[in-house]
Nanobody, 125 residues
């Protein structure tokens, strides 16, 4: 059974950076697309970014374009989310999710079967 564990969250000031990691174990050979979602207090969970197995195809939500970068290391295997120029509205619990299918042009919760427990990101002065 595939397991995902997120790390790297924390408290950061506006304009700062954080790098989230998602480590995968068990059944990783079947994993294709891995995504990051986030859920702010009182809001629905939203897709942030995703990357396919090859790493050549990525997708970023409009709200994070130009600030967040997703990358992948299939050797570990792990997926990373580099978050720069953080804003208070980026405050949320960030979740890693994995699918055995290829998704490149969109991010929807139903596409992902495997989920991590989440890591808290707080952007505040």
């Amino acid at each position: 059974q595939l397991q995902l564990v997120e790390s790297g969250g924390g408290l950061v000031q506006p304009g700062g950076s954080l790098r989230l990691s998602c480590a995968a174990s068990g059944g990783t050979l079947e994993v294709d697309t891995i995504a990051w979602f986030r859920q702010a207090p009182g809001k629905k969970r939203e897709g942030v970014s995703c990357i396919t197995r090859s790493g050549t195809t990525t997708y970023n939500a409009d709200s994070v374009k130009g600030r967040f970068t997703i990358s992948r290391d299939n050797a570990r295997p792990a997926v990373y989310l580099q978050m720069n120029s953080l804003k208070p509205e980026d405050t949320a619990i960030y979740y890693c999710a994995a699918s055995t299918n290829t998704y490149a042009g969109s991010i929807w919760e139903y596409q992902y079967k495997y989920w991590g427990q989440g890591t808290q990101v707080t952007v505040s002065s």
